[in-house]
């Protein structure tokens, strides 16, 4: 192992001293927790897999060919998320390499960011405990298995198949890692399965093998192209929430065993299958429905596929396996963001951070993990259905736009600036960083221009209640820094200072202590 480690790894690591041997870096967690390293190589690719493949390329291709207006660009739209995908993928991957830790963008904030004190951290805190990534998931796991059930999806059913689904999520993550993972690693081959059979079903129509008429949708491809660049945005936001995950092992490269290797490894391998799948999907998608049927089906367009070439009954079998594939994702989702509230919790960010930040009892983050599940429980019990799904994607795809965008300039200005600790960055890599940011930087930019008639994101919510709630975020964590920073320590007459200590549960952690002045 390496023996420098960054300025933020120093209270994280120690040195032993081995005769007149050179000093040997260990993480103190390791030492004092040696079973926390329990990822590998193939469980990564399926954090990373799982992460991605949810229920996106299932769910949002009609409103992707809403926005488009077309065959051909909604094509053209997956090609682009993929070259962003993979593009974000080098940043994350010069990012886990720099810091292997867990915790993903807060660490690579803060290293950026270091004044003033907190602030940074406490913007990203409020992102990171405030939108609920799992609930949208939640919601189409209830869809899919009520429609399989032959169940109506009524408001309250629905939203009590998302409760128990989330919940299920929870509990075996939080209680039982390894059979949370060895699910998550059998849940993964289920969704390549499931889209192969998709694909598969797509030749099948193809070759005029259908319950319904062939739809020709490849005859004048880009009929219909919507001209819109607030569209366009909208449709790319969908898109790159299909491609969202690929930075999902950088959460818990803490608990990764060679964690550099591994994210070198894993993340464009998960890419490169996940692109190949998701363009052929697509195009079995529109080689076996016409486009009015696909953009009126709503969240359920695997289904309708199914229907037109194999009849009823199959697409009731198909929505249960979509089912699983929702909730492949939800465990998922929930593993990484159960790991930032729990970095948050050690840092001493949050109130009662001793809790928040601990792995007690089963060696398992299971209270970050709840905190996640009931911000979760806020969105599925409290929004529309008709705008929830929607709204969780953009909602939390715009603040993730303002953050990529920073971490990706973030590298190209350390290249010219470099830091004792950066390691160097090839070309490839930096140009990779300027074009991801470059990407971001339109997608949280555009989104509040007003879009053309009929382009509207939302059945009832204005168009930029997305743009307004990510800003929201950020300003709630900037307001929490004034409040805890700032005016608590100046009315008390004493300063915030970080001391490390050692829990119960072997984890070292950072709590705030309150300094006379």
Known sequence: ????????????????????????????DEVRNPERRQIGLFSAVFIIFNRIIGTG??????????????VGLSLFMWVIGAIIAATGMQVYIVWGTALPKNGGEKNYLEYLFRKPKYLITSVFAANGVLLAWAAGN????GEYI???????????????????????????HGTALKWGLRLQNFLGIVKIIILIFIIITGFVALGGHMKVDKPHNFTNAFEGTTPSASSFCLSLYNVIWSYIGFSNVNYALGEVKNPKRTVRIAGPLAIAVVTVLYLLANIAYFAGASKEEITSSGRLVAALLFRNVYGPRAERALSAIVALSALGNVLSVIFSQGRVNQELGREGILPFSKFWGSNRPFNAPLTGLALHWIVCLIVIFALPPGDAYNFVINVISYPLSVINAAISFGIVYLSFRPRPDWPQVRYPALLAAAFFGAANTFLFIVPLTKP?????????????????????????????????????PRLGRYKLARSEEVG??????????????
């Not at 081995?18 to 040997?24: N, R």
Request: net charge positive; proline share 6%; glycine share 8%.
């Open 1 to 28: 192992m390496s023996s420098s480690v960054s300025s933020q790894d120093h209270k994280d690591a120690l040195k032993i001293k081995k005769g007149d041997e050179q000093d040997v870096t260990v993480n103190v």
């Open 57 to 70: 390329v299932f769910a949002t291709p009609s409103s992707i060919l809403g926005l488009s207006g077309s």
């Open 138 to 141: 939640s919601l189409v796991f």
């Open 146 to 172: 009520l429609l399989a059930a032959d169940v109506e999806p009524r408001r309250w059913t629905l939203r009590l198949v998302g409760f128990s689904c989330i919940t299920f999520a929870l509990l075996i």
């Open 452 to 488: 053309p008639p009929g382009g509207e994101p939302y059945i009832s919510l204005p168009y930029w209640t997305h743009a307004v709630a990510g800003w929201a975020v950020f300003g709630l964590g900037f307001l929490y820094w004034i409040i805890w920073a700032q005016i608590l």
């Open 504 to 517: 119960k549960d072997g984890l070292s952690r950072h709590t705030f202590k309150r300094i006379p002045l």
